[in-house]
């Protein structure tokens, strides 16, 4: 019997290869993705810890389906409810005290138990008649979920991401992610390629590989040992040609190694777009945050990416009223930010998460403070964007159309600086990497034609 599931995920990239797989998963059972929380049996909210913002927004959703559950029941059916990710790891009896209609809690090293749970779930269902029969399971298994995990069957995107390590041994003072997410893990080397290789002949060609520190990957190879991300990266574009593109997230400066900076210059297929966050450009705030990096050794990483690919451009994050900030602080961070220069980052408001140290650091920046540095950090941000994306006009890139565009006769692809780019195109050239012109930038993308020289038949 086919059965309804909708998958709501919240945050990082991570969370987004999660809840795919938790589909995956699932479909044994019966269940299929509905982009309707209306028509669904069960729904997943998959959640982000990293601020408060995200936490307090898995409870408000939680609240605007408890209606809907119990419409559900009072009809003689029901509705399952699962919470899984960060915040299910930091909180889960707290989610159970505070959302009693939820049934199933699971952490993100877990939710390969899912069937299990669901199973357990409807029982308990069949058994009570009313809320506070939840299922809890946020423990950290001694095998890696990874094991468990089925293959990839169904047609896949022209993007994909595929996750090769989690978990962090950083312990930066306001994060936290090696709480909720454990040890960092590394998957072996085979076992990254076969998936990527499955993944490229049900239609991917751009694989972005994920970890908590992905640039720490240090995967048992082949014939023993180990190896890092750069020979891995060698690895895939050697042994899955069908992939043209390989990108990776997130990184650490602390991990950014010259194998990796090698690879930036000697394989093609790995594209020219970094994500480093260095969160702060002020030392005395980088070693309060326990990041074990200064802005000099970001600025040294920086000038050997640039030297082995002078086209690469950098993404990254910056955290703003960390505990103890300055003036003098926040300048040293906008004064690298101008240095640097970025085509893409994000920005936040230091927001303090319950047992991290940060959170209980003395010196709290008050939120009025935090609000207007982030502004101003935000505009220069914003002018850098603009500029990157300003200088790509005129000039001809290769672009992954990878979907429909907004409007018909149009499709949407990345170029390899991962903008968005919209161009009149036959639905054809999903999937395939064409030359195009670009003639203009609008807030979110690059508008385009097809090259003069490709032209729609022989792109295909």
Not at 406 to 418: F, I, S, Y
Request: glycine share 8%; proline share 7%.
């Amino acid at each position: 019997m086919t059965k309804k599931l909708h998958v709501k995920t919240y945050g990082c990239q991570m969370n987004v290869y999660d809840s795919a797989r938790m589909a995956d998963v699932l479909a044994p059972l019966g269940y299929r993705l509905t982009d309707s929380v209306d028509d669904a049996d069960l729904v997943i909210l998959n959640t982000c810890h990293i601020r408060e913002k995200a936490g307090e927004k898995v409870y408000s959703d939680l609240g605007r389906l408890r209606p809907l559950k119990a419409m559900r029941r009072a009809g003689g059916g029901d509705l399952l409810l699962a919470v899984a990710g960060c915040t299910a790891q930091a909180e889960g009896a707290e989610v159970v005290r505070r959302a009693p209609h939820v049934d199933i809690v699971v952490g993100p090293q877990a939710y390969h138990r899912l069937p299990e749970l669901v199973a357990r779930a409807l029982r308990a269902a069949d058994g009570a008649a009313g809320p506070g029969r939840g299922v809890v399971a946020t423990d950290f298994p001694a095998e890696p979920k990874f094991d468990f995990l089925p293959q990839p069957t169904e047609r896949q995107a022209v993007s994909v991401f595929l996750a090769v390590q989690e978990g962090c041994d950083k312990f930066c003072t306001f994060c936290v992610v090696p709480y909720t997410r454990g040890a960092e893990y590394s998957r072996p080397v085979r076992d990254v390629v076969a998936e990527a290789g499955r993944l490229a002949a049900l239609g991917a060609r751009e694989v972005t590989l994920l970890g908590q520190n992905v640039n720490a990957y240090h995967g048992a190879a082949p014939e023993g040992g180990e190896w890092g991300l750069g020979r891995l990266v060698r690895a895939l574009a050697a042994e899955v040609p069908a992939l043209g593109r390989i990108r990776y997230t997130t990184s650490h400066p602390r991990d950014m190694d010259e194998a990796l900076i090698a690879a930036h210059r000697d394989v093609p297929q790995l594209m020219p777009f970094l994500h480093l966050p260095v969160q702060s450009g002020a030392d005395r705030v980088l070693a309060r945050m326990n990041r074990r990096h200064t802005a000099d050794d970001f600025r040294r990483i920086v000038d050997r990416l640039r030297a082995a690919r002078p086209d690469i451009a950098l993404s990254s994050d910056f955290i703003v009223g960390y505990p103890g900030e300055t003036d003098a602080d926040f300048a040293a961070t906008m004064a690298l930010i101008v240095e640097i220069g970025f085509a893409q980052a994000f920005s936040f408001k230091y927001s303090p998460r319950p047992g991290t140290p940060a959170a209980v650091e003395p010196e709290q920046v008050p939120d009025a403070i935090r609000t207007e540095r982030l502004a101003a950090l935000q505009d220069l941000l914003r002018q850098q964007q603009d500029a990157f994306n300003a200088a790509t006009v005129g000039r001809t890139v290769p672009v992954l159309f990878e979907k429909r565009g907004r409007h018909p006769g149009q499709l949407a692809g990345r170029t390899p600086w991962l903008q968005w780019l919209h161009a009149s195109a036959p639905e054809r050239l999903i999937g395939s990497t064409v030359d195009v012109v670009v003639e203009a930038t609008g807030p979110n993308s690059l508008a385009g034609r097809l090259a003069i020289a490709q032209s729609a038949d022989a792109a295909a």
